[in-house]
């Protein structure tokens, strides 16, 4: 299992599903997706927990998405399965990921039919931590992440309530592009997403069977 | 200078910009923008001469858009300049590319506001050739490139005639993220895009002051 600089200096895509809990797909006001939604952020938008805060650009709005990732570990492409089991192969390990938006940029992207790349890329714009083995994370579908903003819950949920599953993801993705050993994969945040401003402190992590896992706790300004 | 598998093995974003011809910007209907508009191809889209053709994902109309390319030698971040000499520094050399276009799926996602990852990303979506010598191609803004369809020319134009000259890409797109050694940008496409089928030949080439370049001559089915 890759250290977290290594799993960043070899990722060469980070691929974020989108609208992929209800909740999350009402409080922004969008359509239900009838399949998976997917888009890119650079890998040179990737933080890691020693490097700093997340920078918010003037005229920024700038707002948290707490994700689980994946870590992919051998090429998939033109895969066709609904089945947990089968994926495992392709995981090599989890992260615990914040896909920061600049939630004005994005809301003017969609008005006007632009991409989301400036929206979603910018550098900061993805702190992540980790990485937790597939031994102690043995149900992605399963496991609660969280972040709080200045000591305040903002979202908690378990990852049981995604819309669409680990493996029709990886499906889905791969019949379009290939996702080669190193990429990131992002599966899409809770509801509770909003706004944070310079010198707010993000807090993150995960539970696992209620319990915390230390390896991804993410403390970010 | 890198060779060109190597450029493909290295690279990490493909960077391209967006209505950056006058004519081009007319004939789809499109805003000419106020600013450089950019958006990211994933590396896994890139194809070399040798990896044969283009596939047509079904359902989708495949369009062409010939681009000029640069290969990042040197990290550029927060970049400031209108100056052609002060980006020769950064660039390591040039390739001629082909930005192939979902254009159903683009326009979907224009209408609906969604992100272009899909329409601009599928594998084989990024034919690539060269590289060309900053000795060779001395003057990135007055190169005539071209595309053929089964022989007959679709697109030909000047690189002269682009809105935002390159030290202006280079700066805005460093602005929002950082550009890192091996990172392909594409300077946007001149008239003439239109679709191509299974079976198609592309035949696509460079003129420097009226004479070919051989090293950038591509043929893609
Ligand atoms: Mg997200
Ligand atoms: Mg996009
Ligand atoms: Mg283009």
Redesign the interface.
Known sequence: MAALNTIKSN???V?CI?RNYADHVTELNNQRPKQP????K????LLLPDEGPVLR?SGVNMHFEIELGLVIGKTI?DLDTEDDAEIEQYIESYILAIDMTGRNVQEE???K??????AK???TFCPIAGPISKEKLTDPHNVEIYLKVNGETKQQDNTELMLFRIPRQLSDIS??????KGDIVLTGTPKGVGPVVTGDVMECGMRINGKEVEEVKMRVE
Chains 1, 2 share one sequence.
């Open positions: 990722c060469r895509k691929m989108g939604f997917f888009f890119l650079p890998a040179s938008s650009p492409r992207a969609k008005k039919g632009y991409p989301w790349s400036i890329g910018f550098d019949k379009v592009m290939t996702l080669e």
